[in-house]
């Protein structure tokens, strides 16, 4: 049987979320900065320290630049928008590891009154998708072992945990290059 979180995700760029709100998919850009300052800024201590491993408030300026320099296959971000106030409410990324160029590693976040709805599910479903287009090999992730709802959801997106110990834990998902359909060596 299909979940909502199933059929949601292949909606593309509008999802529905489990609680029957909709929310607006886009590729997060520059002119977002003083939203997801803001959007940072409203985060209960305990997301911000799940996603950043640290609880304050605010984000210097050189964070910042850094979380909105995206938009190539180094680094891309999507965005969730609450088409009600026009606020942003989850960003999903990766970034491209330096030490391994085939992999990109990614993290997610998504507002405190928006989680438990899908929404991470369907967002990360469609980053896997970029990264596939990006061409990469593998996404990982690496959490903390108590994040039950962020290893959830990993395990249902087709992440598999690597060999580690201790308190963060390593997630994979190895990505086949996409399969070209092809008619005697003809795209279809
Ligand atoms: C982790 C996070 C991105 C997940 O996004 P989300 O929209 O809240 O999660 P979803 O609604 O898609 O649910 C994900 C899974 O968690 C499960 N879940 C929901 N509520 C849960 C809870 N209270 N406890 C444990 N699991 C829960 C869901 O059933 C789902 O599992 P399934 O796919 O097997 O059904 C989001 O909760 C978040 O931003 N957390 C704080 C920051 C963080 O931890 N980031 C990840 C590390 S970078």
Redesign the pocket.
Known sequence: MQTS?QSSARVGRQVELSDQRVVDIRPLERRDREGLADAIGRLSPQ?RY??FANAKPHMSSRELDFLVDVGRREHRALLAVDPATGWGVAVVRYVQLQTEPAVAEI????SDD????????AMVVQLIEQARDDGFSALRAS?LAS????I??L??TGFAPLPSRGTLREYELPLQPRRRNTLNGYPA
């Open positions: 979180q997301t799940l996603r993290a997610a976040t998504v928006w989680q438990g709805l899908g929404l991470g599910t959490v994040n039950k709802r962020s959830a959801m395990l249902h």
